[in-house]
């Protein structure tokens, strides 16, 4: 008939949407659209299949849960700043309600999936599930209720901070600030926050629904996670800063220390008042040191990796030479002045950026320029700009004497020689060009090599020196007085010495001349560096080097006297003597020649 018609196309049209329903719960959906249908005779045998599809797969189901739960109750999975316990729950509420909502749309929709054997075994999976998570999730909250019979309401009147001792592997001890919070506080109230709402409703055992009555949880939460952050920030600031940078923050430090005291003493979770003791912390901590701290410190690095920057790179002008070639002394010179105009493109911006990170480092803490904390911190940066200094023109110094002594160690023909000198005849003179020796107009190789070198120290005049911008007379400073401390010329100790307190009147006329003369003899680093042990052995290790390859290549000259006859003796003159019968004695039989047997150990192997 039409009716049974109408049931079959339907009944077609339910299985095939079965195969768009990969579960069993979306499978049991789309009947309870048909609520009613599925059970005339007609749908019912075209579904006969799929409902016995559905029964097979929510037995797997049922046995899949319950391996779940025997294998993972004990390690239940993490939700995210959940407690553990509450994830346990969680966890148990979850499994129980994957096979709670499917069984009651089976009863719901199609009831007759769960009669027959299979049904039975459903039925039975079912309540064993059911009544062995149940049971599980009784026994931890009943095990939850055991362990807070501890009062912890004595914790809130607690203060809010606390102080540790932390030693490190040096043997070196610093007190930090720790928050003074139970921690099983914190903890049972976030339990508490998740079981006392749906789906759990646990009723709370007494202590605990009394410290909940009486706590705000979010407040003390706010509260302990601020005091978390203001106490690392200042803990990290005891750790990070070096002594200078203390003195230099001592009064900030000072004027945080007092209000964190009160924390440790006085201030507890419980006043109220305490709101406004984090506030003055988080303003002193966060917003004041840690700013002026972390500012003081990149400037710091900055600073340093500039210094260390003046020893990097081609700064000598023997790092620009190939050493397959040997070059005239005007290539030599192009190299030499573009190493000049190198460094200097360096390190005169840099010097303006040392004094600008200083100036900024001044207006961060906020102190005079007079006080003894910030002379001390130049002092610190004075030594610093000075070392950069010096370990530049020690490394071009050192390249220019390692590379002259290799060359000097080598085999003939092993090398290529530093320098091209020519040996000329002028005016009937044999002369070296450029001169070996400091005896003509010409500029000789050694005047070069001693321009270069003065060049080198020279780089010191690019860096104008730090106490010249901070030394102000007032608060009745007289003068700055520079000291040199280094055994070894410039090195450990304070170069800037704060000088005799006078108020200008008197008769202290002698005084302040020696002042005076002290600070002109030091006033810049050059002053400083043309005094450094090393860079005064390198100087004079160069000067004699030069000197001895200067005097070797000049026994070149010896090879050619014999031949002066040539070059010194007038041609025509020589002829009409030989006419007259004046036979002048021939130069290869002189007796002086046997000392030039082997001439070829004259020629020089050296490095000019």
């Known amino acids: 008939t ?22 069993v719960l979306s499978q049991l959906r ?23 599809m559905i029964v097979d797969n929510f037995i797997k189901e049922l046995r899949l849960v319950k391996e ?27 499994l129980r309600e994957r096979i709670r909502v499917p069984m009651d749309k089976i009863k719901e929709v199609s009831p007759h999936l769960i009669s027959g054997e299979k049904g039975w075994e459903i039925r039975e999976l079912h309540r064993d599930i059911t009544e062995a998570v149940t049971k599980y999730e009784e026994m931890k909250l009943k095990e939850w209720h055991k362990s807070n019979t501890e009062d912890l309401t004595d914790c809130l009147k607690q203060p809010l901070l606390t102080t540790e001792d932390m030693t490190f592997e040096d043997g070196s001890v610093i007190t930090q600030i720790r928050v003074n919070l ?23 055992p007494p202590k605990a629904e009394k410290l909940m009555n009486t706590t705000d949880l979010s407040r003390l939460r706010s509260m ?10 200042y803990n990290y600031a005891l750790y990070s800063m070096d002594q200078i940078q203390g003195t230099l923050l001592e009064g900030h430090l000072t004027k945080i220390n007092d209000l964190l005291e009160q924390g440790i003493k006085t201030y507890t979770w419980r006043l109220n008042e305490s709101s406004d003791f984090i506030e003055r912390a988080n303003i002193l901590v966060c917003d004041d040191l840690a700013q002026k701290l972390s500012v003081v410190q990149s400037n710091t690095r900055e600073i340093r990796d500039l210094t260390m920057s003046w020893s990097q790179g081609k700064i000598d002008l023997f790092s620009l030479r190939d050493p397959d070639i040997c070059y005239t002394i005007e290539e030599l010179k192009e190299f030499h002045r573009q190493v000049l105009d190198d460094t200097e493109g360096r390190i005169i911006p840099n010097g303006h950026k040392i004094h600008q990170l200083m100036d900024s480092s001044l207006k961060v803490v906020q102190i005079s320029k007079a006080s003894p904390a910030w002379m ?19 490394t071009s110094l050192s390249s220019i004497y390692n590379k002259i002594v290799y060359c000097e160690q080598q085999e003939e023909g092993e090398y290529t020689p530093i320098q091209l000198i020519r040996l000329e005849l002028v005016d009937s003179r044999i002369m070296f060009l450029p001169p070996l020796e400091e005896t003509t107009n010409l500029t000789s190789v050694q005047e070069y090599v001693g321009i270069w070198v003065r060049d080198y120290i020279a780089r010191a ?51 302040q001349q020696l002042a005076a003369e002290e600070e002109q003899s030091f006033s810049q680093y050059l002053d400083f560096v043309s005094r450094d042990k090393d860079v005064l052995e390198l100087k004079e290790l160069i000067k004699k080097l030069v000197e001895k390859n200067s005097q070797d290549c000049a026994l070149v000259a010896d090879l050619f006297r014999d031949y002066g006859f040539l070059w010194e003796q007038d041609i025509e003159g020589t002829f009409e003597d030989f006419l007259l019968g004046k036979i002048s004695p021939n130069p ?11 001439p070829n150990m004259f020629i020089s192997r050296r490095s000019s």
């Not at 993490?78 to 407690?83: A, D, E, G, M, Q």
């Not at 001390?376 to 020690?394: K, W």
């Open 588 to 598: 290869f039989r002189a007796p002086s020649r046997s000392q030039y047997k082997h």
């Open 224 to 233: 302990a996670t601020r005091l978390e952050f203001i106490t690392a920030e």
């Open 461 to 511: 005049l690019g860096v104008k020196m730090l106490h010249q911008d901070y030394y102000e007379e007032e608060s009745g400073w007289s003068t700055a007085r520079l000291r040199h401390h280094h055994q070894h010329g410039v090195g450990g100790g304070s170069l800037l010495e704060v000088g005799s307190l006078t108020d200008g009147s008197g008769d202290d006329t002698q005084r």
């Open 182 to 204: 139970n921690p099983r506080l914190i903890l049972l109230l976030n339990e508490i926050r998740y079981l006392i709402k749906p789906p759990f409703n646990v009723v709370l």
């Open 2 to 23: 039409v009716v049974k018609e109408l049931e079959r196309t339907l009944g077609n049209i339910l299985h095939q949407g079965m195969y768009q329903c990969p579960t």
């Open 376 to 394: 001390d911190y130049v002092n610190v940066f004075e030594e610093m700009i000075l070392n950069g200094l010096i370990d530049s023109i020690r």
């Open 68 to 94: 779940m739960f025997e294998t993972q109750r004990e390690t239940p999975p993490s939700i995210p700043n959940v407690p553990p316990l509450v994830c346990s729950i969680f966890w148990l509420y979850a």
């Open 30 to 52: 789309l009947l309870e659209v048909f609520e009613g249908i599925n059970g005339r005779d007609v749908v019912h045998e075209i579904l006969r299949d799929k409902d016995q």
